[in-house]
């Protein structure tokens, strides 16, 4: 059984490790890659060796640690926390560009990982948590350029403990886990851009399909509530079918049914054509005021 860091498959043209794309998996990459590259260069006995049968310490991100990959020799394995969003003020808006309309946001992502140091020994695993924690703290610059907002300005590390779920097998009960809880610190920012909505307008056609059931139940969206239909202004140039504003004949607008198929308010119709509503007239804005001319004589 391998005990190198899990990858999932590349998916097109995602990449299998980045913050972009995936950054709950490179997260784990930096971590595990972080402390195997700190104990590849520790004095004989916790060496670490890319080659399981050389390296003297196992440092994976696998879930529980399996005895008969690890044997005899320490094991440092990574479990990330829950993840909660830090929202910044209205929309979480970062920048809009009125000329295009590109809309950016961003938001932080605060977690805990928490660094599980097991050994047979229990004053080993203490021993290898402190040494993982202090290291941490020392070159936290290198992790916040690797993509990292905050991290290693504090840690926890707990006490001795038996190994429970972390390690698997028969004599489990004889191992020791001394865990680092390390916090940090994401900042995860994302733009979208009118050119290309075109996931936005799935989204909004599945809901629009999805929720057509609840839409049907109500009032129907109009500043008349009471009017079986909706109003909407027209765009200049956009060759639609327009007709007088039912209150405003003044006003060009397009008039459609507001639940077509809502029972009580369905539009009349002959062989499933829609008939047109019927313009009315308002005396007072639709037809112009005259003057009936009249001589007289002085």
């Known amino acids: 059984m391998s005990a190198k860091i899990r990858e999932t498959q590349g998916q097109g043209s995602f990449p299998e490790s ?22 590849s260069s520790a004095p004989d006995g916790y060496r670490w060796s890319p080659s399981m049968q050389e390296s003297q310490i196992v440092i994976t991100d696998e879930n529980p640690i399996h ?6 020799r320490p094991a440092i394995s990574f479990t990330r926390g829950p993840v909660q969003s830090y929202n910044f003020g209205m929309d979480d808006m970062l ?19 928490s660094i599980n140091c097991c050994s047979r020994v229990d004053t080993e695993s203490e021993m290898l948590a402190w040494v993982v924690a202090e290291q941490l ?14 991290i290693g300005r504090q840690f926890v590390v707990g006490s001795p403990s038996p190994a429970g779920s972390i390690v698997s097998g028969d004599s489990a009960d004889e191992w020791f886990s001394t865990t680092v809880s390390s916090p940090f610190q994401l900042y995860r920012t994302s733009q979208i851009s009118p050119l290309g909505r075109e996931i936005v307008n799935h989204i909004n056609f599945s809901l629009t399909t999805e929720a057509s059931r609840v839409l049907n139940k109500g009032l129907p969206g109009t500043q008349v509530p009471s009017l079986p239909y909706q109003v909407s ?24 049914a507001a639940y077509p198929n809502r029972a009580g308010l369905r539009a009349p119709s002959i062989n499933g054509r829609t008939i047109p509503i019927q313009v009315s007239t308002v005396e ?11 001589s007289f004589k002085v």
């Open 137 to 150: 703290w020392m070159h936290r610059e290198l992790l916040m350029q690797a993509g990292f907002f905050e």
């Open 233 to 256: 202004a027209t765009a200049p140039g956009v060759p639609v079918k327009t007709q007088p504003h039912p209150l405003n004949p003044a006003q060009q607008v397009v008039v459609r």
């Open 18 to 39: 980045s913050f972009k794309y995936n950054p709950f998996l490179h997260l784990r990459v930096l971590y595990t890659s972080f402390t195997q590259g700190l104990f």
């Open 67 to 72: 005895l008969e990959v690890v044997g005899m």
């Open 95 to 113: 920048n809009y560009d009125f000329e295009t309309g590109t809309k950016k946001k961003t938001m932080l992502l605060p977690g805990t990982m």
């Open 284 to 294: 007072q804005s639709g037809t112009p005021a005259t003057v009936n001319k009249s």
